[in-house]
């Protein structure tokens, strides 16, 4: 019976552990692309619409933005965003910041706050908010 009680909250500080890796990770991708880039002002120049999901009820319309730039040696790159946005999130012709390696330019990515950070700030909340329930929970277990 006791090993029962101690099942959800280890599988609590699990589930933790993993999102808190997650979270680093994600963080340390965003960091290495930030030190391994060079920055540009980019301008939507067309949001393709994509059906994403399923065919039927389940699909939504979602857009890809397109951008294009110019690299610090005066070259234009247009690339087509893989981040998928609301129709009204990017207007054609507004200005984004971009990153992009000197050696693929035309791998840019849009380098918005939410495309850098957010992921890694979603796991570490999500993993602290289960750390400290899943370590009150066993707290709680072990008193018992």
């Known amino acids: 019976m ?8 280890l599988v609590l500080l699990t589930i933790s552990a993993l999102l808190l890796a997650k979270g680093w990770s994600s963080f340390e991708q965003s960091q290495t692309l930030v030190a391994e880039t060079e920055p ?7 949001m ?22 110019t690299t610090s ?8 965003s893989h981040e998928s946005r609301r129709a009204d999130h990017f207007k054609k012709g507004q200005q984004v910041p971009v990153r992009y390696r ?8 849009i380098a918005t706050f939410s495309h850098l950070w957010a992921l890694p700030i ?23």
């Open 122 to 144: 979603i796991y570490a909340v999500g993993g602290l908010l289960l750390l400290l329930f899943g370590g009150w929970f066993l707290r709680r277990t072990m008193r018992a």
């Open 2 to 9: 006791k090993i029962i009680e101690y099942f959800v909250p």
């Open 40 to 46: 540009a002002q980019g301008t939507i120049v067309a």
């Open 73 to 80: 040696k005066g070259q234009t790159i247009t690339f087509q």
């Open 102 to 109: 000197p050696e693929a330019p035309q791998e840019a990515v």
């Open 48 to 69: 393709k619409p994509y059906l994403g999901g399923r065919i039927g009820k389940g699909g939504s319309l979602i857009y890809l933005p397109k951008v294009r730039f």
